[in-house]
């Protein structure tokens, strides 16, 4: 499998290769500036209702959520659970109709980068060991307007490998 740690850090310890800010940067999943809120706007409630329906899911299937809306420099991980001894760093993906695709279809190669990114700050924030068992999940969550969520967990979504990032899991 590889030191997947080790692997992040030789990846991203090159000057300019952490790119884009989000969230106040201390790894602690706080967010960004005092006062300021994910509450406002539509999209950010549909996401909020997605993740809260992915996250219920994942309890069914069995996972354990450890944290929800990681920040950090490098991004966000929407959840973050135990699955059979792995952790799983997940990405909610809620839409209200397909008219632009499936949710899971705007899990592209620049997301999938952030959330390794974002992943890294993970694993050195809570001291986990990077011989341990990583994964990356995506939940599709399509909402109907009348009726039950349509959600689809796809497990392994990606591997890092698969998007030039070079390391094996």
Not at 14 to 39: E, F, H, L, V, Y
Request: proline share 3%.
């Amino acid at each position: 499998m590889g030191n997947f740690l080790g692997w992040l850090r030789r990846i991203f310890s090159r000057p300019g290769k952490i790119a884009g800010a989000s969230g106040n940067g201390d790894g602690d999943g706080s967010g960004g500036a005092a006062g300021t809120s994910r509450s406002g706007g539509w999209r950010q409630k549909i996401g909020a209702e997605g993740e809260e329906i992915a996250a219920r899911e994942l309890e069914r299937l069995g996972y354990r959520i450890v944290e929800r809306n990681f920040r950090c420099r490098a991004g966000e991980l929407d959840i973050v659970a135990e699955d059979g001894g792995a952790t799983v760093f997940v990405e909610v993906k809620a839409r209200r109709t397909e008219s632009k695709g499936a949710p899971a279809e705007s899990v592209h190669t620049r997301k999938r980068a952030r959330m390794a990114r974002a992943a890294m700050w993970y694993i050195r924030a809570r001291r986990l060991p990077g011989n341990a068992r990583y994964r990356f999940d995506v939940v599709s969550v399509l909402m109907h307007p009348e009726g039950a969520p349509d959600v689809k967990v796809l497990k392994n979504a990606f591997r890092l490998d698969e998007i030039g990032m070079g390391w094996r899991q």
